[in-house]
């Protein structure tokens, strides 16, 4: 359990050096037992210093945690035998979180509702179903008998979080440990861009209610629903929805399920930016949620998307630029694409950059949808789109120093290492740009059975057309 205060930059600073410090001697130890024949276990040391950089970690909670949650995507520099080792540990950091002082937790709400969580609730369990790295959801029953998750932010965690992001230098032992070619600089600064938004949760409910509407009655997505007058600032109320988490569905689903729970993984991302321009940023697997055989419209599984903290609205124009530069990648157009790059604002007008390795970088990005069909999502191609951006012997390193990056797509770079992540966990394989031409151009046929349930869904809706979140 986490402690009661998550201490201030300096206490947490020091945390993350010694963690970092500590693995890299703790790694060298290992190299150098293996060298001279010692290492009875050679997993056993990697075990154990996985587990305590996740305890920690998950401990310190806020932008820490965050980092450990988006390493856990990164292919780390490590010995390919106690890769998965790290992988395995930091993935815990999504799935199961330390929990906070309970006692704490309900400071937190009484502050918020002027009156106890006894009060609000016709019941509220103190153990939490999940624990994440700004807050932990709680089960709770409203006097009118509907089941509820409370998500509960943990008290000093704004002021944690952004020690975190002044702390950028004491995250360097740490990434040196795990991933020596990986830049903290890159994560945190995408960190600093969207962290106000997701510490506040009333702006959370807005948008959450605002996917659940635009997916209300949809065959195979679920958003689920906020219940409006009981979320505050630092608490937020949503319906329950039972289901199994992501990664425990990944490992023992079939083959069928599995290629059917990437299709429409993939369909909620691009639906909601084709169809609304909205995204969610924060496409890690536990913010997914398979119900069981039945739930769909066709008797099928349906996923559920949580969590809505890190929401984007493109402007029309963005999405309108953001499509001419995607069709140009997909007919090989440089001349078009390198000319909409520039309309948008990513190639500055006086600066010498090698044009060529820009497109080359873009059309990296959007591979899945620009190359030979079908294509198929692997763990290898999530982490090459990461290291193209984070690794500093990347082949795009040079002229990605010179782009200028709207903040709009630092939001995409996020989405695209998660659906990538999530997506190469399930080998997902499908006709992608056929399916993403479902959601932008106007009379596409349905690429697919679950598209055919989608167009009908679609054409039914009133209104057709929804105003701006």
């Known amino acids: 359990m986490a402690r009661r205060g998550l201490g201030g930059r300096i206490d947490r600073g020091s945390r993350l050096a010694r963690t970092g410090f500590k693995g890299a001697s703790g790694i060298a130890g290992a190299r150098a037992r293996k060298v001279t024949g ?52 930091l993935a815990q950091l999504r799935d199961a ?28 369990d103190p153990e939490p179903l999940a624990a994440a790295s700004i807050g932990q959801v709680h089960v ?5 008998g509907r089941e509820v998750v409370v998500k509960v932010q943990y008290p000093g965690v704004a002021e944690a979080v952004r020690a975190d992001l002044r702390n950028a230098e004491s995250f360097a032992p740490l990434a040196r440990f795990l991933a020596p070619n990986q830049e903290v600089a890159p994560l945190l600064d995408e960190l600093r861009e969207r962290i106000d938004d997701e510490l506040d949760y009333e702006r959370e409910a807005q948008y959450q209610r605002a ?14 629903d906020i219940i409006g007058e009981l979320c505050r600032k630092r608490v937020l109320v949503s319906e329950r929805i039972h289901g199994e988490r992501f990664t425990d569905f990944a490992d023992r689903a079939s083959e069928q399920d599995r290629q059917r729970v990437g ?31 039945g739930s769909a419209a066709d008797g099928g599984v349906r996923v559920a998307f949580l969590d809505y903290g890190s929401v984007k609205m493109f402007t029309r124009e963005r999405y ?35 044009e060529r390795a820009v497109y080359e970088w873009f059309r990296l990005y959007t591979r899945a949808v620009v190359e030979e069909q079908p294509f198929v999502f692997t763990p290898e191609f999530a982490a090459e789109v990461i ?9 795009y390193r040079d002229v990605l120093r ?10 995409l770079n996020r989405i695209q290492w998660g659906l990538n992540s999530v997506l190469g966990k399930l080998a997902a394989e499908g006709d992608w740009r056929a399916i993403r031409d479902e959601y932008v151009l106007e009379g596409a046929a349905a690429a697919t059975p679950l598209g055919e349930l989608d167009a009908a869904w679609w054409a039914e809706r009133d209104p057709r057309v929804d105003p701006p979140a």
Do not use: C, W
């Open 263 to 293: 299709e429409i993984v993939f369909r909620y991302a691009f639906g909601s930016i084709g169809r609304f321009r909205l995204f969610n940023g924060d496409p890690h697997p536990g913010n997914y949620l398979v119900e069981a055989p």
């Open 387 to 395: 290291r193209s951006t984070t690794d500093p012997k990347s082949p």
């Open 38 to 89: 010692n290492e009875r276990d050679p997993n056993a040391h990697h075990e154990e210093m996985a587990a305590n950089l996740a305890d920690v970690l998950g401990d310190m909670k806020g932008a820490a945690m965050k980092l450990g949650q988006l390493l856990s995507f990164v292919d780390l520099d490590l010995p390919a035998d106690v890769k998965n080792v790290y992988h395995d540990a």
């Open 140 to 144: 709770a029953k409203l006097h009118d």
């Open 211 to 224: 996917f659940a509407t635009r997916y209300e009655g949809h065959p195979y997505i679920r958003v689920p």
């Open 320 to 354: 309108g630029s953001m499509q001419l530069i995607e069709r140009a990648m997909a007919t090989g157009d440089q001349d078009t694409a390198l000319g909409a790059l520039r309309d948008a604002g990513f190639l500055p007008r006086n600066a010498v950059v090698d």
């Open 402 to 411: 010179k782009l200028n990056l709207p903040s709009d797509y630092l939001m």
């Open 97 to 124: 979180a330390p929990a906070f002082d309970p006692d704490a937790i309900i400071e937190v709400i009484t502050e918020e509702y002027g009156e106890g969580p006894e009060t609000v609730f016709a019941s509220f």
